[in-house]
């Protein structure tokens, strides 16, 4: 079997973020079996246990009041205070930012 790519783990890794099945994500990576790809994310996850949680954590603009704010991840675009706000969800949703 040919050696995983960074490129490859990256892509398995957002496309179950992004909550798309493993027959889709097989599809998208050529010579890999659904199989594979299951098994392989599984194993960068036991290596890299905090991944998921850490891996895009860096400041980012908050949509709704354009400050910058300390975001775990990509889909996070609200900062905590404007969240608790009222309206903030329909906002996002007109950005297109959550399908
Ligand atoms: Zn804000």
């Known amino acids: 079997m040919t050696k995983w790519s960074q490129t490859e783990d990256d892509f398995i890794f957002d496309q179950r973020e992004a909550g798309n099945s493993w027959d889709w994500i097989a599809e998208r990576l050529i010579g890999r079996t659904k199989s594979q790809v299951y098994n392989r994310y599984n194993t960068i996850r036991m290596r890299r ?24 991840h990509r889909g996070n675009r609200v900062c905590p205070p404007c969240k608790n706000t009222v309206g903030w969800q329909a906002g996002i949703s007109d950005l297109g930012i959550i399908a």
């Not at 998921?52 to 980012?60: A, M």
């Open 49 to 72: 246990p905090d991944m998921e949680q850490s891996k895009d954590r860096k400041p980012r603009k908050c949509l709704s009041c354009g400050k910058s704010f300390d975001s775990d």
